[in-house]
């Protein structure tokens, strides 16, 4: 499963169309009950150049491990939605 969306290297005067885009979005989709989905906004260190390495699956991601194995830093903004599946109209 991939991430909703990733994107490195975005221009500090200019949005995200601007970056490296690492993952493509995906439309959050709970199978079951209330799913938390959060954003992190990491800046990256200038003169320090190195590749972000996205995380394999979303399944037991670590936003400390990921920002560690990354050399990011702490986060400098966060925001999250919950999700729930859509039940279906019931038929009479």
Known sequence: MSFCR?????PG???ATFGKELTSY??????????????VLFKQEK????SITPPFSRDHFNT?????QN???APVAAA??????ATAPRRR
């Open 80 to 85: 999250f939605f919950n999700a729930r599946r």
């Open 26 to 39: 995906e439309k959050p989709k709970p199978d079951i009950g209330i799913h938390r989905y959060v954003f």
């Open 47 to 50: 003169g320090k150049k190195h």
């Open 71 to 73: 050399y990011l830093g």
């Open 13 to 15: 005067t200019t949005d």
């Open 6 to 10: 990733m994107v490195t290297d975005i």
């Open 64 to 68: 400390r491990t990921f920002s560690a």
